[in-house]
């Protein structure tokens, strides 16, 4: 009867811990290497930082193709890509209020 016991003790353990990995929050993607390749402005279509909860801070810059590339914040081109998309997406906004007024 005893074997059964742990047996019986392991499996609700086991099944507990799989449950509590299963709903456990974490990030999506983390940056573990950052890529040299500076991508052109026309090629991106967003960007964002990575999880607070991520080991390295990152930018992952989404590409037209689908792609995701992983980019140091510190590098000078990506201060300057982060720019450009800003000025993109303030342009949009500011587009799609003044064409909201028109109509």
Known sequence: MRPYCIFIACL????CCSLAQQFSQGPDK????????RIPVKQVVSIHTTH???SRTGIIIVTKNHGE????????????????????T?????????SGERA
């Open 30 to 37: 983390c940056c573990f290497s950052f890529s040299n390749v």
């Open 69 to 88: 590339i992983c980019a140091d914040p510190m590098e000078k081109w990506v201060h300057r890509l982060r720019n450009l998309m800003d000025a993109r």
């Open 52 to 54: 607070l909860e991520c």
């Open 90 to 98: 303030l342009k949009d906004v500011v587009s799609e209020i003044s």
């Open 12 to 15: 609700v353990l086991f099944a």
